[in-house]
C-alpha cells in the first residue's frame, strides 16, 4: 500500500505581516565613478572668465573685442566643457560687411585631475601630428603644438587640469604672426 506524501512541508509559510522568504539576491549597491565624482564636485573654468577681453586688450591693443558666443560649462563625458567666440571689427569685405576681422575662439576642458587631462591631451597630440601645419610649440610647453591652415592658426596645449585650444582667425595678418600672438594670449592664462 502507498502511502500519501504530504507537501505541506514544501510550502513557504508566512505569518501574519512577514513578507515572503526570497531567495534572489539582495541588489548591489551603485558603484560610484571617484574621477566622475570629483569632476561634479568641482568648480569647472568659464572660459569667458578665463580669457577676458582685458587679457585680449594685452596683445590686441588697437582692437575692441566683444563676446560674440559664450558656452557656460556643461559636464560633457569625463570633463567640463565650456566655450567663448570674441569677434573683433567688421565690414571690410565687400561682400561680407557684418563679417568680423579678427576672430579668436577659446575652448577649455577640464578634467578631475591634471593627469586626466594630460592623458587626454596626449591621445589628441598624437594624433594632430599629420594635420595641416602642425608645429610643436616648445616656448608654451613641451608638448603644446599648433596647427595652421588658410586664415587661421589654433594652439593646443594642457594648462593646469584644463586642456586648452585658442583658434585665432582673420584673413590679413600672416599666420606666424596669428601664431605668435594665440601663444601671447596662453602665457597671459
Known amino acids: 500500500m502507498l502511502r500519501p506524501i504530504s507537501i505541506l512541508p514544501l510550502i ?3 505569518t501574519a505581516g512577514s513578507p515572503p522568504a526570497s531567495t534572489a539576491p539582495a541588489p548591489a549597491a551603485p558603484t560610484v565613478d571617484p574621477e566622475l565624482a570629483r569632476l561634479q564636485a568641482m568648480t569647472p ?3 569667458c572668465a578665463w580669457l577676458t577681453p582685458e587679457k585680449l586688450k594685452t596683445v590686441y591693443p588697437d582692437l575692441e573685442f566683444v563676446v560674440h558666443q559664450h558656452i557656460a560649462p556643461q559636464l560633457s563625458g569625463y570633463a567640463w566643457d565650456t ?3 570674441y569677434w ?3 565690414g571690410t569685405i ?3 560687411k557684418d563679417v568680423p576681422t579678427h576672430t579668436i575662439e577659446f575652448f577649455v576642458a577640464t578634467s ?5 587631462a594630460r592623458a587626454r591631451f596626449t591621445s589628441r597630440r598624437e594624433g594632430a601630428q599629420s594635420a595641416t601645419g602642425y608645429q610643436p610649440q616648445p616656448e608654451l610647453a613641451a608638448d603644446a603644438y599648433a596647427t595652421t591652415n588658410t586664415g587661421v592658426a589654433s594652439l593646443y596645449f594642457v594648462h593646469g587640469q584644463s586642456e586648452v585650444q585658442i583658434n585665432v582667425s582673420d584673413l590679413s595678418t600672416p ?3 596669428k601664431l605668435r600672438r594665440a601663444v ?3 602665457q597671459a592664462l
Open 12 to 14: 513557504a509559510t508566512t
Open 45 to 47: 573654468v568659464d572660459a
Open 83 to 85: 566655450r567663448c567666440t
Open 88 to 90: 573683433a571689427g567688421v
Open 94 to 96: 565687400e561682400f561680407a
Open 112 to 116: 578631475a585631475t591634471a593627469d586626466a
Open 175 to 177: 599666420n606666424d604672426e
Open 184 to 186: 601671447a594670449l596662453a
